[in-house]
């Protein structure tokens, strides 16, 4: 019995030390949320300004241009796809639900694909399904990284499409939803075809005075495109980042209250086999108590036997 209240004991300590290291993780994925949520908020008018400067420019029909440096050009035999996910684990079905979006879509679209993981745990998971994998970035663990990754991202997946290696570029993350949810989005983000280009010039001006472009037209068209490519990235990763956080949150949410209910249960064992042990403790004193004094009723009795035959 005492064994078993022992082990107990280490059982609750163990617990007890687990849920407040889950209790750190669910407070730190709580603080890490808002500052991606801070940026992508942050990143609306931005994005707006650089899709009214692309309208006014082609609004003036002139040539476009599916990069900052390139001609457009329909999809080649091969696909460029960019999937984040994350580096690290607890986020429960983060990284599966994002891979097995991607893999569904470019499954659909023709030729074959070309994949760049941003996090280890989603490049094993594409990996293991047989795609080709052409790179792998570290996930970025603040706003601040987030820069650095979308320009290596740029500048390696430039390099391989100036040299054929394909015509379009997918994008595919985690977005956000209300609560601790979220849902796999997409993005071709590459070549920017004459549909997009209709639809921006299309975006009705906020001022009555149509828009002039000054200078040079194509300088400036090549610079705001690189800004929208970029901040396309720079959003798909926050997005990724602050739905990493909330799905880590939820699972650390879950995990917290299964070890309360653990504890609870650990707590009644120990409690029912404490008082086990004390009634047990009681039992073996009383009967004690019993016998010595049988004993003790004995020994008068013999005594007393005795002085009446001398």
Not at 91 to 96: A, C, I, L, R, Y
Not at 154 to 162: D, G, I, K, L, P
Not at 256 to 272: C, Q, V
Not at 290 to 310: D, F, I, M, N, V
Request: neutral net charge.
């Amino acid at each position: 019995m005492s064994e078993s209240t022992a082990n107990l004991s280490r059982k609750i300590k163990s617990a007890g030390d687990l849920q407040s290291v889950v209790r750190t993780m669910k407070a730190l994925a709580a603080s890490s949320i808002g500052q991606y949520e801070k940026s992508v908020l942050a990143l609306s008018d931005y994005y707006r300004t650089v899709e009214l400067g692309l309208s006014a420019c082609f609004r003036e029909n002139r040539p476009a241009v599916s990069t900052a440096g390139g001609k457009s050009r329909e999809c080649a035999n091969t696909v460029g796809a960019i999937v984040f996910g994350s580096d690290q684990g607890l986020v429960g079905q983060f990284n599966d639900v994002v891979a097995e979006y991607a893999i569904k879509t470019l499954a659909a679209l023709p030729g074959t694909a070309q994949v760049w993981a941003v996090g280890g745990r989603v490049h094993a998971r594409l990996a293991d399904e047989g795609l080709p994998m052409s790179g792998l970035f570290p996930a970025p663990n603040s706003v601040k990284a987030i820069t650095p990754l979308v320009g290596q991202i740029q500048v390696q997946s430039e390099a391989h499409r100036t040299k054929g290696g394909y015509g379009c570029v997918y994008v595919f993350h985690n977005r956000p939803k209300s609560g601790s949810l979220y849902e796999p989005v997409s993005q071709r983000l590459l070549p920017l075809d004459a549909l997009w280009q209709e639809g921006l010039a299309k975006i009705r001006w906020p001022t009555p005075l149509p828009p002039e472009v000054m200078s040079d037209g194509g300088v400036t068209l090549r610079v705001l495109i690189r800004e929208y490519l970029f901040i396309s990235l720079f959003r798909a990763c926050a997005e990724s980042l602050a739905s990493e956080n909330a799905s880590r949150l939820a699972a650390m949410e879950r995990a917290d209250k299964n070890i309360d209910e653990l504890l609870e249960s650990l707590h009644g064992t120990f409690h029912r086999l404490r008082q086990s042990s004390i009634d047990e403790e009681l039992f073996d004193v009383i009967s004690g108590y019993e016998s010595l004094e049988k004993e003790k009723a004995y020994r008068q009795e013999a005594t007393q036997r005795g002085s009446r035959y001398k």
